[in-house]
Structures are given as C-alpha cells and as structure tokens.
Nanobody
Framework: QVQLVESGGGLVQAGGSLRLSCTASGRTSSSLHMGWFRQAPRKEREFVAAISRFAITTVNADSVKGRFTISRDNAKNTLYLQANSLKPEDTAVYYC???????????????WGQGTQVTVSS
C-alpha cells in the first residue's frame, strides 16, 4: 500500500514562495508517476502538475505555468512543488497524488495524500 505524506504548507504573503514536499512509502517512488492537485474552498479539486517516473516529462496546469515547478528525488522517495509568485487565488489544500499509469495521473490518481494547507494573504 502506497502512503503519501505532504509537508511544507503554511501562510505566505502574495508574491512569496513556498516549497511543498511529499514523501512516499510502501513502494519505491520511481515506480510511480506523481503529481499535485489542489482544492480551494467551495471548489472542486483541480490538477496542478505532474511528473513522470524518472522526471523525463512534466505537465503543468495553465494557471501555474511559469510560477510553479514540480520535481522529484527518487533517492529520497520525495516529490516537490516549488511555488513562486503566489497569489491569493492559489489558496487551497494541496494534495500529493501518485499513479501506476501516466494516463491517469492528471485525472484519476491511484493514491492520495491527506493534503497540506497553503494560504496566500493579499
């Protein structure tokens, strides 16, 4: 069973930066495609970014392109999301996700973390 644990959320002013981390256990992370989603209050969960097993391919949502960078360190079984130039509309619970299949990582991941809160003040 894969377990995903996020960390690094918090309160930041608009224009600031945060780095989220997600540590995977139960399986070697290099066997999984991984990604980030977020859910703002009263909104549906949305895709943010994804990265393939060996970081050959990354995909970002249009809303975060040029501001957020997804990366991974398979030796540490850890996924990262560097979030720069944060805006109040980035406020959400951020979830780490993982999939065995690249085709599902953006839409229906197999595994989910419990989430970490990011709040951006104006």
């Amino acid at each position: 069973q894969v377990q995903l644990v996020e960390s690094g959320g918090g309160l930041v002013q608009a224009g600031g930066s945060l780095r989220l981390s997600c540590t995977a256990s139960g399986r070697t992370s290099s066997s999984l495609h991984m990604g980030w989603f977020r859910q703002a209050p009263r909104k549906e969960r949305e895709f943010v970014a994804a990265i393939s097993r060996f970081a050959i391919t990354t995909v970002n949502a249009d809303s975060v392109k040029g501001r957020f960078t997804i990366s991974r360190d398979n030796a540490k079984n850890t996924l990262y999301l560097q979030a720069n130039s944060l805006k109040p509309e980035d406020t959400a619970v951020y979830y780490c996700a993982a999939s065995d299949n690249w085709m599902t990582i953006k839409s229906k991941p197999d595994y989910w973390g419990q989430g970490t809160q990011v709040t951006v003040s104006s």
